[in-house]
């Protein structure tokens, strides 16, 4: 198994309970070290310096010198040569995985394996896995851990209950590595406990939630906070008692309060109980709709964290609206290293290359925090694919410091992991870099999302959501596809500040890969290229097919060591056969419907 760790050093000894002790350990076994100054108020932030003899000296508060020692090892064993002084901060103050994992075991959207955490109903975890995953997170530069899904299933909620000695011994493992526990609540929970509502304006509510932070934090001091999906695909939440989002969060965060505590507030909230013959519903519209107005009622250990796009970690979605619009609330961003719709960690997905368009976008001031859903489970090599894992070391990298180059990302995961030859190791970084461009080529055209297998989400089916009830069509009929999302459509675009609405509303200037995000058009409109709407489509297919035969090829000429080599080829395999069923099944729906022949008479089926 090749993880990035394992070069960094040996596994970490039982028993360390400080950051600073895990950093000291790590510079002693690279031998660089002259001195560590440990300066509290640096928290997260490191400064390193070298002496006249070539050691260096570390300043930091606990973290911070635990994220320097990582940076100056990672360093020297990448070759890289860090401008001296060197002092680093990190962008974002939580930086979370959010685990979907389920006490029976199972992980919601999980590819690569059963739970880390759970088992039959209980907590249980093997403790040396969770000190490589505790190393894992800390020298990517992750800070927060929420083990439990954010779909609250009995007996889940009892971690806060009987399990709570269970949730403190696994707090205990990660703090050395600056890892806080999150834990994923279930609004209703008072409900269970005598009370006969879960009203957030309820006296005995507001009270029952105090005496619960008051425990839990007894057990568990630095815990982060509490993760809540309200009112979300089925959840309870506020509406039920006629009150708003800013009612429930704001009760969550009044208990916390005390105890440096956020709330950590989805706002994953629309209908997805729509017929699809509404065409007044939009469902892209709905977070704005539902929390928009409520900009600068939250309190302030409240934190939205916002899916990154307005629908659900599709392959391509603009940046969600909210995320630019509220600007007195303080937001995480939401993202999905889980391949839920990229690929379920069998096909290449490397999701660098989005995220940077993302973060690129993000105002400075109020998103504080960014957030994943994990890509990880109880398999030998924590991924399930081993090249999963340059998603994981990426998103730290990102959330630590959104400028970080992407190319230069992927090198240094991939030297750490596999230390290749130069050509090899070059070969391996492009590859990965192009794997995003490539599966959207052989997937739902240009935005438009959704042409997935139904529930499981893996495999086309073009038409396998359009009569479902929620909310993702796209329409195509003979002649045209898509959604018209501007003002004269459904209005959705009127969300967005003026420049990115401009950039979008017009068909003839909106970037090629949103057009059909943003608009319904016939396949004879002429993209900017001069070729029509339907030859792109038929063009992206083709290509996005042949480039995955291509990075088949190169990648078996590559030197990986076993367990990964075999699992790495057999994946592989599994994406040729998911790229040729995507290829052929989307030109067959679109020849099919439109009746236009591709013009340069490539195969597609009658
Ligand atoms: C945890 C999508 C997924 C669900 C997930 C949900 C969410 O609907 O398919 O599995 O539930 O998003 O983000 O809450």
Same mark, same amino acid.
């Given at each position: 198994m090749s993880l990035w760790l394992n070069k960094l050093s040996a596994s970490v000894p039982a028993g360390l309970k400080q950051p600073a002790d895990t950093a000291r350990f790590e510079l002693d076994q690279a031998g660089l070290i002259a001195d560590l100054k440990e300066n509290p108020s640096m928290g997260d932030a490191y400064r390193i310096e070298q002496t006249a003899d070539g050691a260096f000296t570390l300043f930091g508060g606990q973290t911070g010198l635990l994220y320097g020692a990582y940076r100056l090892i990672t360093a020297t064993l990448c070759g890289e040569q860090l401008p001296l002084p060197y002092a680093s901060a990190p962008k974002y103050a939580l930086r979370m995985i959010n685990c979907w994992d389920n006490m029976d075991g199972?992980?919601?959207? %999980? =590819?690569? /394996?059963?739970?880390?955490f759970f088992e039959d109903g209980r907590v249980m975890y093997s403790p040396e896995r969770m000190r490589t995953l505790g190393r894992l997170l800390a020298s990517a530069g992750l800070n927060v851990l929420?083990? !439990?899904? &954010? !779909? &609250?299933h009995e007996p889940a909620q009892r971690l806060l209950e009987d399990y709570l000695p269970d949730l403190a011994a696994l707090a205990d493992l990660f703090r050395p590595f600056g890892v806080r526990l999150m834990v994923s609540v279930d609004?209703?929970?008072?409900?269970?406990? %005598?009370?006969? #509502?879960? $009203?957030?304006?309820?006296q005995a509510v507001r009270a029952w939630w105090k005496e619960t932070a008051a425990r839990v934090y007894a057990a &568990? +001091?630095? @815990?982060?906070g509490f993760l809540v999906k309200a009112d979300s695909e089925g959840r309870p939440g506020p509406f039920t008692y006629g009150r708003n989002h800013a009612d429930g969060a704001n009760m969550l965060a009044e208990a916390l309060k005390p105890y440096g %505590? =956020?709330? &950590?507030?989805?706002?994953?909230? =629309?209908?997805?109980?729509?017929?699809?013959?509404? #065409? *007044? #519903?939009?469902? +892209? *519209?709905a977070a704005w709709e539902h929390y928009a107005y409520l900009d %600068?009622?939250?309190?302030?250990n409240v934190i939205l964290q916002v899916k990154? /796009?307005?629908? $659900?970690?599709?392959v391509r979605e603009p940046l969600s609206p909210l995320l630019l619009g509220m600007k007195k609330t303080k937001l995480a961003m939401e993202l999905q290293l889980a391949q839920e719709y990229t690929g379920h960690q069998i096909d290449l997905y490397t999701m660098i290359p989005m995220w940077k368009e993302l973060f690129g976008e993000?105002?400075? $001031? !109020?998103?504080m925090s960014v957030a994943a859903v994990s890509n990880l489970g109880n398999d030998e090599n924590y #991924? /399930?694919?081993? @090249?999963?894992a340059v998603n994981l070391f990426t998103y730290g990298l990102l959330a630590w410091d959104?400028?970080?180059d992407p190319a230069e990302a992927v090198t240094r995961w991939a030297r750490l992991t596999y230390a290749f030859p130069p050509k090899q190791e070059q070969t391996l970084v492009s590859l990965l870099l192009k794997t995003r461009r490539v599966y959207e080529k052989y997937t739902a055209p240009l935005g438009i999302g959704w042409m997935v297998t139904p529930h499981d989400h893996y495999g086309p089916n073009p038409s396998g959501y359009e009569y479902d009830l929620w909310g993702t069509y796209h329409k195509a009929n003979r002649d045209a596809v898509g959604i018209d999302r501007t003002h004269a459509g459904t /209005? =959705? @675009?009127?969300?967005?500040p003026e420049e990115i609405r401009i950039r979008y509303e017009n068909p003839e200037t909106c970037p090629d890969l949103y057009l059909l995000f943003f608009h319904r058009l016939p396949y004879t409109f002429r993209m900017k290229d001069g070729r029509t709407l339907i030859q792109r489509i038929y063009d992206d297919h083709f290509e996005g097919l042949e480039e995955t035969r291509a990075m088949a090829a190169a990648l078996s000429g590559l030197p990986f060591p076993e367990p990964d080599a075999s699992v790495i080829r057999g994946r592989m395999d599994r994406q040729l056969y998911n790229a040729r069923e995507w290829c052929d099944i989307i030109n067959t729906f679109f020849f099919r419907l439109?009746?236009?022949? $591709?013009e340069k008479g490539r195969t597609i089926y009658e």
């Open positions: 199972s992980v919601e959207r %999980g =590819y690569a /394996g059963q739970s880390l929420c083990i !439990n899904n &954010v !779909n &609250v609004f209703s929970r008072p409900m269970c406990h %005598g009370i006969p #509502t879960a $009203d957030p304006l309820d &568990v +001091p630095d @815990l982060a %505590g =956020y709330a &950590v507030w989805r706002c994953f909230v =629309y209908n997805c109980r729509q017929d699809w013959r509404d #065409t *007044k #519903t939009d469902r +892209p *519209k %600068g009622s939250f309190a302030d990154h /796009g307005p629908f $659900d970690f599709q993000l105002p400075a $001031d !109020n998103i #991924t /399930g694919h081993p @090249l999963a959104p400028a970080v /209005g =959705y @675009l009127d969300q967005y439109s009746g236009i022949q $591709d």
